[in-house]
C-alpha cells in the first residue's frame, strides 16, 4: 500500500529566506510524486510532480522538488519565500502502474511566511 | 489542463436529509475521484467513480452512505445520505486529466449539518 508522510505540521520562515516543505513517501516500485498547494477556502491548486527523469522538478510560483530515492523524500523547496506563499502544502503519491490510479495525500504542512 | 466546476459551494443541512454534490469537468477524463477534508487537514480519499460500473470504495466508506454516479466521461455526482453533523466537512471531487499524470480538483463543497 502507498503512503506519504509530512512530518512538519507548521513551518515558519522569514520572507526572502529559503524554503523547504519536507516530504517521504512509501510506495512499491517507482512513484508518480505530487505537490498541491491550498489557500483559504480554496480547492487545490497543482505545483508539481515527479513521475521519471530528472530529480529537480520546476513547478509553479518559483517552486522545486527534489527526488531522492535512497532517502524516499520529494522535499517541496523555493529559494527565496514570498508572503504570499502562506498556505497549506499537501504532497501525494500514486502507486505505479496501478489501474486504480488513487492518489494519496499526506497530513499537511501549513506554511507561514512572515514580512 | 481540465476545469472542474463543483456545486454546490456550501450548505447547510439539516440532519436525516441528503445532499447531492456534482461535477462537471470541461473535458474527458479517465477516472474521476471523491475526497472529504476536514478544514485545515488532510484529504480522505472515499471513492473512485468508475464511468458505466460502480464507484471502488475505500475501507470506512459504503456505497449506501456515499452512493455515486458516473454517466459519462464528463460528470460525476456524490450523494451524502442520512446525513448527521458527523458528516459535516469539505467534499472535494477529482480528475485524472490524460497521459501526463496531471490530476485536477474541484473548489470543492463545504457542508455543515445541524
Known amino acids: 500500500a502507498q503512503s506519504v508522510a509530512q512530518p512538519e505540521d507548521q513551518v515558519n520562515v522569514a520572507e526572502g529566506n529559503p524554503l523547504t516543505v519536507k516530504c517521504t513517501y512509501s510506495v512499491s516500485g517507482n512513484p508518480y510524486l505530487f505537490w498541491y498547494v491550498q489557500y483559504p477556502n480554496r480547492g487545490l491548486q497543482f505545483l508539481l510532480k515527479?513521475?521519471?527523469?530528472?530529480?529537480l522538478v520546476k513547478g509553479s510560483y518559483g517552486f522545486e522538488a527534489e527526488f531522492n530515492k535512497s532517502q524516499t523524500s520529494f522535499h517541496l523547496k523555493k529559494p527565496s519565500a514570498l508572503v504570499s506563499d502562506s498556505a497549506l502544502y499537501f504532497c501525494a503519491v500514486r502507486a505505479p502502474y496501478s489501474s486504480a490510479s488513487k492518489i494519496i495525500f499526506g497530513s499537511g504542512t501549513r506554511l507561514s511566511i512572515r514580512p | 489542463s481540465a476545469v472542474i466546476s463543483q456545486k454546490p459551494s456550501r450548505d447547510i443541512c439539516q440532519r436525516g436529509t441528503s445532499l447531492t454534490i456534482q461535477c462537471q469537468v470541461d473535458s474527458q477524463v479517465t477516472m474521476m475521484f471523491w475526497y472529504r477534508q476536514q478544514p485545515g487537514q488532510s484529504l480522505t480519499l472515499i471513492a473512485t467513480?468508475?464511468?458505466?460500473?460502480?464507484?471502488?470504495?475505500e475501507s470506512g466508506f459504503v456505497i449506501d452512505k456515499f452512493p455515486i454516479s458516473r454517466p459519462n466521461l464528463t460528470f460525476s455526482t456524490l450523494t451524502v445520505s442520512n446525513m448527521s453533523p458527523e458528516d459535516s466537512s469539505i467534499y472535494l471531487c477529482?480528475?485524472?486529466?490524460?497521459?501526463?499524470?496531471?490530476?485536477?480538483f474541484g473548489s470543492g463543497t463545504r457542508l455543515t449539518v445541524v
Open positions: 477529482s480528475g485524472r486529466t490524460g497521459e501526463n499524470y496531471g490530476y485536477t
Open positions: 515527479y513521475i521519471t527523469g530528472d530529480n
Open positions: 467513480a468508475n464511468q458505466g460500473s460502480e464507484a471502488t470504495y
